[in-house]
């Protein structure tokens, strides 16, 4: 790990600040789980580190039953699991970011950071998406919010300019939402997503995210048209997932499955989880 300088400011507008003196050779500090790896392994060699933790209003949690829910951007994983509001009105959430690595990891890493890094493979990000979430995003130059759907803008590229910071991730309030994550992985747990899934049903509108199976997480539109107005019946449900792994998904080969087996899997896992969808709607 190569020397660098170290900031820990106290207002956004000092962290804004410094980013912007520093430009390209600095980074922002959050949870740190993949950034601290990445340093180590000298795949990021920052002159300066800005670690916004000691921002207070980042670390807030807040939900209303009209605007719905704001996680600052300092709000771990762990956290993010197990918050009564977010597992009461958002569970697919709550499963995502359980799913996130190992118990050591979802205790310091966050929801912002996991998006910040805009990998492919991150699992919050795709239930994200199928919420129409949006991004409050700061600089000293002013506020903006920037939708979920254009915050993503490649690998490991999002729409933030020099100088901005994350401050939290808004999602909308829902009535009669429920929805499903999955992923497949090598291994069951502690691994990274080789797909995932998040299938949401608010009244009957059906959206589909994919993660891990295109340069950015991406929602499934065709898919998505295909199930307006139709009853989930096991052919619809069945011409839904082809046509959201076969038209949507644009995966490649890696170390962590094919192609094939990516295009299979989200066939797989978006079926699954529409015929959980069906089951909980006649339950309640």
């Known amino acids: 790990m190569k020397a660098f300088s170290y900031f820990k400011p106290q207002t956004l507008k000092e962290a804004s600040e410094t980013l912007l003196r520093y430009g390209e050779e600095a980074v922002i500090l959050n949870g740190g789980s993949d950034l601290v790896v990445r340093m180590k392994e000298n795949l990021a060699a920052p002159k300066a580190v800005i670690d916004i933790k000691g921002i207070e209003s980042l670390h807030e949690i807040k939900y209303d039953q009209h605007t719905g829910l704001r996680v600052g951007a300092c709000v771990t994983l762990n956290r993010m699991a197990h918050d009564e509001n977010v597992v009461t009105h958002y569970p697919i959430l709550a499963d995502a970011a359980e799913m996130v690595g190992s118990g050591q990891i979802r205790n310091i890493a966050t929801m912002a950071g996991n998006n910040c890094n805009a990998s492919p493979l991150a699992d919050t990000a795709t239930p994200l998406l199928a919420l129409d979430a949006w991004v409050i995003i700061y600089s000293v130059k002013g506020k903006r919010v920037a939708s979920i759907h254009d915050f993503f803008k490649g690998v490991r590229k999002t729409c933030l300019q020099p100088g901005e910071i994350v401050t939290a991730l808004c999602i909308p309030s829902f009535e009669n939402m429920k929805g499903v994550f999955k992923k497949a992985s090598r291994r069951r747990h502690v691994d990274l997503a080789t797909v995932c899934t998040s299938v949401v049903k608010v009244h009957d509108e059906i959206r589909i995210a994919l993660g891990a199976v295109a340069p950015t997480p991406i929602r499934a ?64």
């Not at 199930?227 to 046509?243: F, W």
């Not at 792994?245 to 990516?262: C, F, H, M, N, S």
């Not at 015929?275 to 309640?284: D, H, S, T, W």
């Open 221 to 284: 539109r065709r898919a998505e048209y295909l199930a307006r107005g139709k009853r989930l019946s096991d052919d619809v449900i069945e011409e839904i997932a082809r046509l959201a792994a076969t038209t949507e998904a644009t995966p490649i080969d890696d170390v962590r499955g094919t192609k094939d087996y990516r295009v299979h899997m989200v066939e797989v896992l978006v079926r699954r989880s529409l015929q959980e969808l069906r089951e909980e709607v006649k339950e309640g």
